[in-house]
Structure formats: structure tokens, C-alpha cells
């Protein structure tokens, strides 16, 4: 039967539908493929007050204030004085999306504004209802996740204007001042350098359906050189995120409520579920197109000490639908590795190759910014608590490695990052 993946704006305001064949007609991709104006996605938020009915004020202005409404200690109170409001008013996809990530917000400012000494255990009925109606609708769970926070957080100066640093804003901050901003955005340009390889995936799989080699070969050049992009963009990180702010303040808002020794039982959503539950904190590891790499290439993780062979995939829960059931239709048809093996042609395993490779080398870069930014901190916080006692920045989601100085994590990482170069091709 047809397995529809309803067309999904990428960065780059690229949308495409991968489909499969019915029994009846050729089994395999029809892929159709519509450049919307790359404007499409900037629209969504060009103005965030406007583009939600003025109804919903008493969110969009508690979430423009976050920052200083935390770091004044009003936000409690703010919240105690919101209305319960309808989500009715809230008209498609872009409404929905730009309201949950205000509700995604307020929510991890409500849960963290104390750090780890003073969490909630009740998330307000006020914020529970419309943020878990809302969830429901778009099938997300009701905790800020990176399709919030990166792939919808944004917006141009100038519309017409570079997706570029200087010509981009987020819309929404926690704080930690310009390191969210920094965070964010660079997320999203890595985001928009897998652009040119997630278009070329379509390519890919037609070309293995129509045993067409050549256009195979270019297409898997398109994504090698998108994956090295990714790691150009990744270098931004340096002068756009401060370590200590990213590790002091970022990384705990951004912290999760699921096997956390400082949330052991998770979140009571009011007035929409009796007892607590559990949602895993933001994570990059919810990002698609790394996933799209992974399963275009047959890269399969393991487990890793405190990280199950599942996180990454129970991750694609975090995942907008559209993205989800990509991967999820990529992942069912045609492999490529099988295919380029089978060919025995060694410019398609040499170019295959250099689509692991470039993986390769993001993921130890990566491994390197994660060193920076959370192992060297952590050690440094560790002395402070031994001489000062108390190391207030304790943290629970995997971003935010506590104790025993980030091992956990850096293993994952690594594991992760020796399974992608096991991944290549020998000659059979
Ligand atoms: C200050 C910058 C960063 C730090 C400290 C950091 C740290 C981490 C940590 C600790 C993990 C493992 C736990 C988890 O899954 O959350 C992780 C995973 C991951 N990060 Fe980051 N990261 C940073 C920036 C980025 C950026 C900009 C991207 C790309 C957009 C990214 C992509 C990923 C991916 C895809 C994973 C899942 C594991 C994998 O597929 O290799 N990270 N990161
Ligand atoms: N880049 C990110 C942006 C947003 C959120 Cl929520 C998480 C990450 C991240 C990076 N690495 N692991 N997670």
C-alpha cells in the first residue's frame, strides 16, 4: 500500500515526499519533489506576535521574557496568573508549531528556574492542558525537543536576505545571553548543510531502482560534500557559544525528566494525566537528518554504557511525524550498501566510502566541541565543589552529564563514532 510521508519543509524551505509503490505498480520509490520558495519556512515565524492570534499574548509574552522572568524570579508567579486558554484558535501546521515551541519553552523555564536544588514536580494545569492538546495534535511528546528549539526557533532579519549568522535571530531564549543564540543557530545552519544530501537520498534510491550507476555516483558525492559542510558549519560553535554559559545555564534548561536521579518519577502534567511521566531532555540525537545519514548508509549503533542500542532510536519519537516516517520509509527500502557490494564497481564503494568517512570525521569533531563544552567545565566544576562545596550544576539530561565527569556520554559518542567507520566497504 502507499505509505504517503505528507510533504515536510527542510532549512532550506525544500520540501519533498518519499512514497512507496503499491504492489500493483512497480515496487519501490516514486519520488516527487517541489522547491517551494525558499521563503516558505521564514514566513512561518516572521513576526511571532503576529502570527498567532493576540489570545494566546499571555504565552508569547511570558516566553519572549523568559530570560528575565527567571533571572528575576517571576516566573512562578507569572504563570500562577495565566488564563487556561483554548487551543482552538490556533489554525495549522505553522500556528501549532510556533505555539508548542512557547509552551516548550515556559515549561523547561518552569521546571529548571531553581536549578538542580529546587525542581517542580507539577507542571500547572494552565501550561499542562494546551501544551499535552497541542503535542497530541502535531504527535510529539510535551517536552521541548530539538525540532523546537533549532529547526523551528528562528527567523531572518531580512526575509530576503542570507541564511547566514548575522541574518538570523531566534525567537525564543533561555538564559545564558547570546550562547542560546549562538547554540541554536549554529544547530540550525549544520542543519541547513545536510539540506544538499537529504535531497540527494530521493536521487539515491532511483538510481539503485534504475540500476543507473553514474547518477548513484553523483548523488553520493552530493552527499559526502554535504556532510563535510555540516562540519564547516559546526566550527561557528567557537565564537558563538561561551563553554561556561553553555554548561552552566543552557544545557540544564534543556535537561530532561526521564531516568533522572533529580526527577525519579518525572513530571505530574495537571489536570491531564493522574500520575507523573517521564520525557527524555533536548538532544540533537533527535536531529533527522544525522538519522537520514545513518540508515542511507546502514550504520547500526549498539548500546553504549548508559545509553541503550534504542536511544537513538527512540529518539525518532522526538521527531516531527513527517521526518519520522521518512526515515522510517528510507529505512524499509532498497540498501544501498547491498547494492553498491553487488555492483563490485570500486568508484561506487570509493564514494560510498567517502560518504562514511565525512560522517566519520563530524563525529569526532563533535567529539571534540562535547570535551570542550561539557567534559573540561565539569572537571573545573568539580574542583570548585571540592574546595567550595556543592557543585550547583548538576544536571540530569544526557547534555548535561553529571558527576563522574561526562564518561558516559563520551563513550556513547565514541562508540557511535567507531561504528560509522566500521561501516565501510571492502572489496568482497
Ligand atoms: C556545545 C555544543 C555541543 C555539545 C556540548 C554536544 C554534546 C553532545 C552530547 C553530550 C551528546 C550525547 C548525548 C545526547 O545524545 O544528547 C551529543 C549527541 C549528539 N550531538 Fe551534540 N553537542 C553539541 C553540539 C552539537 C551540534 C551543533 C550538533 C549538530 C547539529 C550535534 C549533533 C549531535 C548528534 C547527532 C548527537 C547524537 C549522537 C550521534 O549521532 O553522534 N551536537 N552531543
Ligand atoms: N545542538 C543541539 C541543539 C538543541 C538541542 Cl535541544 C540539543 C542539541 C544537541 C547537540 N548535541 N546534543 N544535543
Not at 516514486?30 to 514566513?43: A, E, I, K, M
Not at 530521493?202 to 556532510?227: F, G, K, W, Y
Amino acid at each position: 500500500g502507499h505509505n504517503d510521508c505528507p510533504a515536510q519543509s527542510w532549512p532550506s524551505g525544500v520540501s519533498f515526499k518519499l512514497t512507496l509503490g503499491s504492489a500493483a505498480t512497480t515496487p519501490g520509490f516514486c519520488l516527487t519533489f517541489d522547491h517551494r520558495s525558499p521563503g516558505s519556512l521564514q514566513q512561518l515565524l516572521a513576526n511571532v506576535r503576529t502570527e498567532l492570534p493576540d489570545y494566546y499574548a499571555p504565552w508569547m509574552d511570558v516566553a519572549a521574557n523568559l530570560p528575565h522572568l527567571i533571572e528575576g524570579h517571576q516566573l512562578r508567579r507569572e504563570v500562577a496568573k495565566m488564563p487556561l486558554l483554548s487551543t482552538q484558535y490556533l489554525r495549522g501546521h505553522r500556528q501549532l508549531r510556533l505555539a508548542r515551541l512557547a509552551l516548550g519553552f515556559i515549561t523547561m523555564g518552569y521546571v529548571w528556574q531553581g536549578g538542580s536544588r529546587q525542581t517542580v514536580k507539577i507542571l500547572p494545569r494552565v501550561l499542562a492542558v494546551p501544551y499535552c492538546t497541542i503535542s497530541e495534535l502535531l504527535d510529539l511528546p510535551p517536552i521541548l525537543v530539538y525540532a523546537d528549539c533549532v529547526l523551528a526557533n528562528w527567523k531572518k532579519r531580512d526575509p530576503c536576505g542570507p541564511l547566514n549568522v548575522e541574518n538570523l535571530d531566534i525567537l525564543f531564549s533561555f538564559p545564558g545571553g547570546d550562547s542560546n543564540k549562538g547554540f541554536f543557530l549554529v544547530s540550525l545552519l549544520v542543519e541547513a548543510a545536510a539540506a544538499t544530501g537529504i535531497k540527494a537520498i530521493p536521487m539515491i534510491i532511483n538510481a539503485i531502482l534504475h540500476h543507473d550507476r553514474c547518477s548513484l555516483e553523483t548523488a553520493l558525492q552530493d552527499v559526502a560534500l554535504s556532510i563535510c559542510k555540516m562540519r564547516e558549519a559546526f566550527k561557528l560553535i567557537h565564537e558563538c557559544v561561551n563553554p561556561g554559559a553553555f554548561f552552566r545555564s543552557l544545557r540544564i534548561y534543556l535537561s530532561g525528566w526521564k531516568d533522572s536521579f533529580l526527577m525519579p518519577e518525572g513530571l505530574v502534567y495537571e489536570g491531564v494525566w493522574d500520575s507523573p511521566k517521564q520525557f527524555s531532555g533536548g538532544s540533537a540525537a533527535q536531529s533527522s537528518t544525522l538519522q537520514c545519514f545513518d540508515v542511507l548508509l546502514g550504520i547500526q549503533h549498539r548500546a553504549a554504557q548508559g545509553f541503550s542500542a534504542e536511544y537513538l532510536g527512540c529518539m525518532r519519537d522526538y521527531m516531527p511525524a513527517a521526518h519520522r516516517a521518512f526515515i522510517q520509509t528510507l529505512a524499509s527500502g532498497p540498501s544501498l550498501r547491498q547494492f553498491v557490494l553487488a555492483t563490485g564497481d570500486a568508484g561506487l564503494r570509493a564514494a560510498f566510502n567517502k560518504c562514511v568517512l565525512a560522517l566519520v570525521d563530524l563525529r569526532s569533531y563533535h567529539i571534540q566541541i562535547a570535551t570542550k563544552y561539557i567534559t573540561i567545565p565539569a572537571g573545573r566544576c568539580r574542583a570548585e565543589q571540592q574546595q567550595l562545596g556543592g557543585c550547583v550544576h548538576e544536571g540530569t539530561s544526557v547534555l548535561s552529564e553529571r558527576g563522574t565527569g561526562g564518561t558516559g556520554f563520551m563513550r556513547f559518542l565514541k562508540v557511535v563514532r567507531d561504528t560509522t567507520r566500521k561501516a565501510q566497504l571492502t572489496e568482497q
